[in-house]
């Protein structure tokens, strides 16, 4: 059973950056591809971003495109969110996300394993 443990989020300022960890055990990274999805209350979750297996192919939604970066450690088992040029529209709980196969995927009902989630908020 995989299991994913989010961290580093937080308050941060509008225009500031921050650095979105996800841990993951249980199944070796390398098998799985992962997202990050973001949900705020009363509104759908919302793909971010998303990375392959290898790392080599990811894929962002426009909302954050341009201004954020995916990458994965398959030898340390984990996965990162770097955002930068924050926006207060930014602000929502962000969850990491794992699925099996190679097919890049941007909805939550094709991922199988979720973390608790790390609130970040954008505010000055």
């Known amino acids: 059973q995989v299991q994913l443990i989010e961290s580093g989020g937080g308050l941060e300022q509008p225009g500031g950056s921050l650095r979105l960890s996800c841990a993951v055990s249980?199944?070796?990274?390398?098998?799985?591809?992962m997202a990050w999805f973001r949900q705020i209350p009363g509104k759908e979750r919302e793909f971010v971003a998303a990375?392959?297996?290898?790392?080599?192919?990811?894929h962002y939604a426009d909302s954050v495109k341009g201004r954020s970066t995916i990458t994965r450690d398959n030898d340390n088992n984990t996965m990162s969110l770097q955002m930068r040029s924050l926006k207060p529209e930014d602000t929502a709980v962000y969850y990491c996300?794992?699925?099996?196969?190679?097919?890049?995927?941007?909805?939550?009902?094709?991922?199988?394993?979720w973390g608790q989630g790390t609130q970040v908020t954008v505010s000055s």
């Open positions: 249980g199944q070796a990274l390398r098998k799985l591809f």
């Open positions: 996300a794992a699925k099996n196969g190679v097919m890049t995927a941007t909805t939550p009902a094709e991922y199988t394993s």
């Open positions: 990375i392959s297996q290898s790392g080599v192919n990811t």
